[in-house]
């Protein structure tokens, strides 16, 4: 397996990468988040890739980071998840939301991504609890929730979650505002410190 490439960047595209190494010319194909991470055409980079082999294909798939690698990996092991899916969902979730909107049963927030159906979306969630809860290399649970991995919300963190979804967010936008406030405060605090985030994130 290919772990990763490093060398100069000969194209780069909405949806792939060309990667010069020692005189050969890499193809991968890329999240649309991908190429605004990497440098422009001609400069250097590492690509971090999953390569896939069928009967009739060989695919190289490059992420800009191990997390999204790891995620990428994780998501394409679930049962009617193949390539093209796990490349939608990551050009529009990053690793870290995926893995909250996971802990948080929030299968609404995978069908944002193209191809990805209300089944499928559900099917994400359920095969992959257990194993976000456990971490999975890259994105620790623990990072987004202050606490141990798969570690639920305080009780005014749950809370404040809880009125955040009764305003119209889904649970994993909440979960992930909340999770950066400090679980001590009132609840009252909590939920305004968290719109304020919320509303600021979407200017």
């Given amino acids: 397996m290919i772990h990763c490439l490093t060398g100069k960047i000969l194209k780069k595209t909405l ?7 020692g005189g050969v010319g890499y193809y991968a ?10 440098p422009g055409v001609g400069a250097e980079a590492t690509l971090y890739t999953v390569m896939s ?9 490059g992420f800009a980071t191990e997390q999204q690698q ?12 193949g390539p093209k899916a ?29 191809g990805v159906g209300p089944k499928l979306a559900q099917r994400i969630v359920l095969e992959l609890k257990d194993k976000v ?22 009780q005014g963190g749950a809370q404040a979650i809880a009125a955040l979804v009764s305003l119209g967010y889904s649970q994993s936008e909440a ?16 939920i305004k410190l968290a719109l304020r985030s919320m ?5």
């Fill in 29 to 38: 194909q890329c999240p649309a988040s991908v190429a605004g991470a990497l």
């Fill in 70 to 81: 790891a995620c990428f990996e994780m998501l394409t092991g679930v049962s009617g998840v």
């Fill in 133 to 154: 809860a456990k971490g999975f290399e890259g994105i620790r649970l623990e990072d987004l929730s202050g606490g141990a991995p798969g570690a639920a919300p305080s």
């Fill in 53 to 61: 082999v069928t009967e009739n294909d060989v695919s190289l798939y």
């Fill in 15 to 21: 949806d792939g990468v060309v990667v010069s190494c």
């Fill in 199 to 203: 509303a600021a994130g979407r200017r």
């Fill in 86 to 114: 796990g490349l939608a969902i990551l050009s529009v979730m990053e690793p870290d939301r995926v893995a909250l909107a996971i802990s948080a049963g929030d299968h609404k927030a995978f069908k944002a991504a193209t």
């Fill in 175 to 190: 979960a992930l505002a909340v999770s950066k406030i400090d679980p001590a405060l009132p609840v009252e605090e909590i």
